[in-house]
């Protein structure tokens, strides 16, 4: 954490993120994840200047506001920064718990390599049925074709045995089981309120000593876009974080040095 500069705080990459309602006791603070790269939080003073009628000068100037920003990537895609990013607080977004999940007749065809991916990777021990496009044929696993439990992306892949009944490139209707993660959905573009929070980092310095800043009310926002892509893979986040000027504290951002 760099203090050279007295305009910003600078945070190097894996300082760890915690936040809580600014109404909630110090022991209250949750984790948000790891930084994925260095961010700085910056800081402006905005003012309010009364001028004479002309010529146009400042004739007096006073501070109206203190603030500060900082655009950071966190290492995760996850239910409690979404929240806070989109106006709602980790509890107002349900989670529906995971499970094992029986499909039916999912189609799949073999390629070329004579392969065929299933949609889910299924659940280890349980029995794979495979059969004909019409339901007529049940095939034999070690006679007409192989499960691959996972590859290297981490599917569940059936290769088809050249002495087998499945013909070259047939579609194929499979029944298996998968485990399902648990699951949570938000609404874009809704009524969201902002909600202020109080927010930790901590950054772990290669002397031992430890370095935390604190923020009493802040704001975090979604930046730029929500990256869809990356979601299902843990994928980074990025935000921007907002600094109020807190009067109870006295400013917007502390700075701790806890020696080893």
Known sequence: MGVVNPNKVTFAANTALYWKKPSDPEGAYANLGLLGDTASLRFAVNYRRKKDMYPEVDVAVAVQSYEASMEATLREWR???????LGMWPEDVPVTPGGDVTVTDEATTFNADDIAALAHP???????????????????????????????????????????????????????????????????????QIRVVSLKLVEQMTNGDTRIAIIPRAIISIRDSLPFREAEAGGDLPITVTALYDPTAGGIVKVITEEA
Do not use: C, H, N, W
């Open 79 to 85: 239910r409690d920064v979404v929240a806070l990013g």
């Open 122 to 192: 299924a659940k280890p021990g349980e029995t794979i049925i495979v059969t004909s496009d019409d339901g007529g044929t049940t095939y034999s696993e070690g006679t007409d074709y192989l499960v691959i439990p996972r590859d290297l992306e981490g599917r569940t892949l059936l290769y088809r045995l050249s002495g087998g009944s499945i013909p070259a490139g047939a579609t194929v209707l499979v029944d298996y089981t998968y485990t399902a993660g648990d699951r949570f959905e938000v609404t874009l573009g809704g009524t969201q």
